[in-house]
């Protein structure tokens, strides 16, 4: 009789497993559709408890807004809040760049004019009310942070099939679509609760967030601190740690001493010049944390009369710089030396390592040789050389390396907004042609949007403007054949490297810190940094630490 | 004594009205606030949109007559970093500035008064050369110096204070249980930063104090008095001190002030959050509206308390109100 009763079970749950992956299977647009590559959410059935307490030290003061995705900016630390609090159709996860969330399948038409999305049954708020395709109608239609005109414009018409099916239709092709809708590059994917929005306001909204995220907002002192309590519906998995702080340190000692004392658990931005001692620490642990690769750009290398228009120039450049030296100062020899200027995590970007492009040579005697062969023999004397904020000591450095070959000029050390808002200027926000401006910029959606910022003619912050690698991109824009867009893409960029129009130095680590509360003991810990190209270390739902 | 009051409050409310003009030009000349939340490559639209949110697609008139209309109203407007209003922020804490002020105020005062009241009475004595080099280190050791050797060997080596905030205790306004119990909260997290703070300035104290004392005590009153047999106990307590308190006590207040409106590198390393802070990421972010709102609110306390002093030495001094 058991064993009956047994075989039934198992006979019952053999039809169910195909039964429900059928029924989330199921199209839900007609026609040839587009190959997705988007992996499976990992849900773990057992329900766990959750406990301790994870304090974060981030590394500048926390904005209110950070909790409010209608309102998303590109900055990229706005996605830890999103990844605590809110929750997306698809998202950046460990297994994959496109993990399903809220949604458990995703269709694409094969002529980019149509998406759909099949959430999952029994999605909820926070505040208990249901998760429904109406409130991802309504955050679509309200979404107006960065990007928002983007998809303003190409939407046709969003058809709410039924509480778990909508469909988005586009006016032209929209290729993008999935990447940009993926939590990790935009805000506009991650829904907001239409019932509790707009009756609380945006001020309201951000004073005290509702979303479906894995944390439920508890409070928050802007500036300085929020605290989020997990939330044991969340449907992939309790979140294992109970309470996360998160506060605002922005000076870098503090954040050190923090972990030393152990009233921090995670800090970010570690490195410099305390990372030695973080790295001496045997109570703290440490992750590279690679984010984007440092390198130098030429504003007003087009100008005839610029020193830096002659490419042997910018390659005499290229060759004066000791990388490794400048690595072993910087990050203790952790960040690679790199041929590329864009982050090898994108997936359209070729490696700098030897691989597609070359490990930059470090050459005195021949850069002079190849400076020799220009108008400049014997060097000459440039306006500013600009770096990223606050990294002088780097720039100093590099002004060092230059001056052996003759290449003499002066740091120009603006504070952040300055710098910020030349940098979004473009050439125009250096003026004059004998600058050399080093930059970083870990910019989510791939090499694409590293290019399409900075390589061309049409950008804002254009610092490279060439006929023919605007007809490149007007190219990869007016294609719809994915596998042509991408060799048009590492076209350009073989260009912009192999023509010293940008120089590449070293893979930069971002390195963050824990100290010994932080679970599982050992390296073990480093599983927290898997998510591809993200900057901070989620999801946060598996995040455990000592109770 | 009405006139006076009202001619003192008219000028109270002309410096007031030119810090609020000052502080509205002078934000607006340090760059655009949107191509920072922008960044490199942001879309016209994008920023046209945040502009528009944050009131700069108007003329310069047209702002300035809005945020002048908003201020009368109590309104300070938004945040631009921290994206909720400016005087709920401040408000928030204000309270915070208000604990580490007093206390590095009381931390200065007890350090820098007895110090130099020593000093002046065994002048070009060991004491008095002990009370000379404090009040050097004081004035020359800067406070984040102290902060970080105070962090090294209390928080980090020993580990008997916290280094970071000021502790889970909160004042809220909304809940009057806060107000007195606040205070009295948290006190581990409270002394490093306010010995800090209080540390540079009690070497002004000393150096005050000292000087007050030694022109009162070659004073020929003091000479009487003890001409007169009077002990010297009484001398000191009763005759010298009180007298030489009036500049002491003039340096104190304005010290006080300083401490709770711009303890900025303090408040910066120990993550203090009190209105210093707000003040230097308003500055480092280009939030015209919070660094406008903080420097308001400092000016006005300023302006206040003159008031008030002015209206005070104008009751107490008959020959103060009739001379203006």
Redesign the interface.
């Known amino acids: 009789m058991i064993k009956g009763l047994l075989a039934l079970v198992a006979a019952l749950a053999l039809c169910a497993t195909p039964f429900g992956d059928a029924a989330a299977q199921k199209p839900i647009l007609s026609g040839p559709l587009a190959k997705l590559d988007i992996k499976p959410a990992q849900i773990e059935g057992k329900k766990g408890t959750p406990k301790g307490t994870l304090t974060i030290?981030q590394h500048f003061?926390l904005?209110?807004?950070w909790l409010?995705p209608l309102?998303h900016?590109?900055?990229l630390t706005m996605q830890t809040y999103d990844y605590l609090v809110h929750d997306a159709l698809i998202k950046p996860m460990p297994q994959g760049e496109f993990t399903y969330s809220l949604a458990e399948h995703a269709e694409l038409t094969a002529d980019f004019r149509k998406a759909a999305f099949r959430l999952r049954p029994g999605l909820k708020f926070h505040d208990g009310q249901p998760l429904t395709t109406a409130d991802v109608k309504w955050t679509y239609e309200n979404f107006?942070?960065?990007?928002?005109?983007?998809f303003r414009d190409k939407i046709e018409h969003i058809q709410v099939v039924d509480d778990r099916t909508i469909i988005f239709q586009f006016k032209q092709p929209f290729l993008e679509f999935m990447e940009m809708y993926s939590g990790g590059v935009s805000g506009i994917g991650w829904v907001i609760p239409m019932h509790y929005y707009p009756k609380v306001g945006r001020?309201g909204f951000?004073?005290k967030p509702v979303g479906a995220g894995p944390y439920k907002f508890v409070s928050q002192?802007?500036?300085?601190?929020m605290v989020f309590e997990a939330w044991e519906d969340y449907w992939r998995k309790t979140p294992a740690t109970k309470t996360i702080v998160v506060?605002?340190?922005?000076?870098t000692?503090?954040r050190l001493?923090?972990l030393?004392?152990g009233?921090?658990d995670l800090a970010f931005g570690m490195t410099g010049k305390l990372l030695p001692r973080v790295m001496s620490d045997k109570n703290l642990r440490w992750v590279p944390n690679f984010t984007s690769v440092w390198w130098l750009m030429f504003p007003g290398y087009n100008e005839p009369e610029s020193p830096f228009h002659d490419k042997r120039v910018r390659q005499a450049v290229s060759l004066a710089i000791n990388r490794h030296f400048l690595s072993k100062q910087e990050s203790q020899s952790i960040g690679p030396v790199w041929g590329n200027w864009i982050s090898p995590e994108n997936r359209d970007a070729l490696k700098g390592d030897g691989k597609d492009l070359p490990v930059p040579e470090f050459n005195v005697e021949k850069a002079k040789q190849v400076l020799a062969q220009t108008k400049f023999p014997n060097g000459f004397e440039f306006d500013w050389y600009v770096p990223f904020v606050p990294y002088f000591d780097m720039a100093e450095r590099i002004i060092t390396d230059l001056r052996a070959i003759g290449i003499r000029g002066k740091v120009q050390s603006l504070?952040?907004?300055?710098f910020?808002?030349k940098?979004?200027?473009?050439r125009k926000g250096f003026p004059g042609n004998r600058t050399i401006v080093q930059n970083i910029?870990p910019r989510p959606g791939g090499a694409k949007a590293n290019i399409?910022?900075?390589a061309t003619c049409g950008?804002?912050?254009s610092m490279v403007c060439e006929p023919h690698i605007d007809e490149l991109w007007a190219k990869h824009q007016s294609s719809t054949n994915p596998a042509e867009r991408d060799r048009v893409i590492k076209q350009i960029q073989r260009i912009l490297i192999e023509d010293y129009y940008f120089v590449p130095i070293y893979w930069n680590p971002f390195v963050h810190a824990v100290g010994p509360k932080v679970l599982p003991e050992g390296k073990g810990f480093t599983r927290y940094w898997d998510t591809l190209h993200a900057p901070y270390p989620w999801p946060w739902e598996d995040w455990e630490v000592k109770g | 004594m009405r006139r006076y009051i009202l001619t003192r409050a008219l000028y109270s409310l002309i410096t007031l009205w030119l810090l609020v003009t000052i502080i509205f030009a002078m934000v607006r000349l340090t760059g655009d606030p949107v191509k920072m939340r922008g960044e490199v490559g942001a879309d016209a639209t994008y920023e046209a949109q945040i502009r528009r949110d944050w009131g700069l697609d108007k003329s310069l008139p047209a702002q300035y007559v809005s945020f002048m209309w908003n201020l009368v109203r109590g309104d300070f407007g938004h945040s631009f970093e921290k994206s909720l209003p400016v005087g709920t922020i401040y408000f928030e804490r204000f309270p915070n500035s208000l604990k580490l002020g007093f206390a590095a105020f009381v931390i200065s005062m007890l350090l820098g008064v007895p110090l130099g009241m020593l000093s002046a009475l065994k002048v070009n004595t060991g004491w008095d050369n002990v009370g000379k080099a404090i009040a050097l280190l004081g004035l020359s050791i800067p406070g984040f110096f102290v902060g970080l050797v105070l962090i090294i060997i209390f928080g980090v080596q020993a580990g008997w204070l916290p280094v970071i905030g000021k502790g889970p205790s909160a004042f809220v306004w909304s809940d009057p249980s806060t107000w007195v119990t606040f205070w009295f909260q948290d006190w581990s997290y409270l002394a490093m930063p306010a010995f800090a703070l209080g540390w540079y300035f009690s070497g002004a104290m000393v150096r005050i104090t000292r000087s007050g004392m030694l022109d009162v005590l070659g004073s020929d009153y003091i000479k009487l008095v003890r001409l007169k047999g009077v002990p010297e106990r009484m001398v000191m307590v009763k005759h010298a001190l009180k007298n030489c308190m009036i500049p002491v006590l003039t340096l104190a207040g304005l010290n006080l002030l300083v401490m709770v409106n711009v303890a900025v590198v303090i408040e910066v390393i120990f993550n203090w959050p009190g209105v210093g802070q707000l003040l230097y990421d308003g500055l480092s972010n280009r939030d015209f509206p919070m660094v406008q709102g903080v420097v308001i609110m400092s000016g006005l306390f300023i302006v206040v308390l003159n008031f008030v002093i002015d209206a005070l030495y104008g009751c107490v001094d008959p020959r103060i109100r009739l001379s203006r």
């Open positions: 030290a003061a904005d209110p807004g409010d309102e900016s590109y900055v107006k942070g960065a990007y928002a005109k983007l001020d951000k004073a002192q802007a500036g300085v601190q506060k605002g340190i922005r000076d000692a503090a001493a923090g030393q004392t009233e921090l504070e952040g907004p300055g910020r808002a940098m979004a200027q473009g910029d399409g910022v900075y950008s804002p912050g």
